[in-house]
Antibody, heavy 122, light 107 residues
Framework: QVQLQESGPGLVKPSETLSLTCTVS????????WTWIRQPAGKGLEWIGR???????NYNPSLKSRVTMSVDTSKSQFSLKLSSVTAADTAVYYC????????????????WGQGTLVTVSS | EIVLTQSPGTLSLSPGERVTLSCRAS???????LVWYQQKPGQAPRLLIY???SRATGIPDRFSGSGSGTDFTLTINRLEPEDFAVYYC????????FGQGTKLEIK
């Protein structure tokens, strides 16, 4: 069964860049989309963006100007960078696997990391 | 951007009851893209329903989904104590989005 684990600094200063990595184990990395989602404390889920193992990306339009995602297939990892952070970016950040199987009408996030809290504060 | 609005925000019910949660989209969503997740405190969301009405692996048959176009529902028959959680709908399109969630609490 595939497992995902987020890693990165838990504290980032305002105006700096948040950087997180998600390591995938126990399953195939190639041919999947991978995604980042965040959740401020006590609030709902916000989709940040997705990246294919080939490197193609799609970002949430509201965050697009500040988001960069990358992939390292040799390490089964994908990464998130969010620039110019403010307190509003404080949240639990989740990585997840995206299942896309049109012939089976399957489009969803099926395996999630445990989440990592990132706090933006000086 | 497709906005999903879930109602009600919070529901207080007792085990054994039946509940229907609503998810309304700001524009038509293909049913193949409509997904439901369950989230418990301190945990990542868990996939429940995909393609509006298909249960994910291991999900009990007391959970069912339906709907089309802009109106979708998640129904839970005979609530179990472990079903009290927050439920999110999601549309998987060019720019996926989530509803704001419905919290199901024990009465």
């Amino acid at each position: 069964q595939v497992q995902l684990q987020e890693s990165g600094p838990g504290l980032v200063k305002p105006s700096e860049t948040l950087s997180l990595t998600c390591t995938v184990s126990g399953g195939s990395f190639s041919s999947y989309f991978w995604t980042w989602i965040r959740q401020p404390a006590g609030k709902g889920l916000e989709w940040i963006g997705r990246i294919h193992s080939s490197g193609s990306t799609n970002y949430n339009p509201s965050l697009k100007s500040r988001v960069t995602m990358s992939v390292d297939t040799s390490k089964s990892q994908f990464s998130l960078k969010l620039s110019s952070v403010t307190a509003a970016d404080t949240a639990v950040y989740y990585c997840a696997r995206v299942v896309v199987k049109p012939s089976e009408r399957r489009y969803y996030f099926d395996s999630w990391g445990q989440g990592t809290l990132v706090t933006v504060s000086s | 951007e497709i906005v999903l609005t879930q109602s009600p925000g919070t529901l207080s019910l007792s085990p054994g009851e039946r509940v229907t949660l609503s998810c309304r989209a700001s524009q038509s969503v293909s049913s193949k893209f409509l997904v439901w997740y369950q989230q418990k405190p301190g945990q990542a969301p868990r996939l429940l329903i995909y393609a509006a009405s298909s249960r994910a692996t291991g999900i009990p048959d007391r959970f069912s989904g339906s709907g089309s176009g802009t109106d979708f529902t998640l129904t839970i028959n005979r609530l179990e104590p472990e079903d009290f959680a927050v439920y999110y709908c999601q549309q998987y399109g060019t720019s996926p989005s989530f509803g704001q969630g419905t919290k199901l609490e024990i009465k």
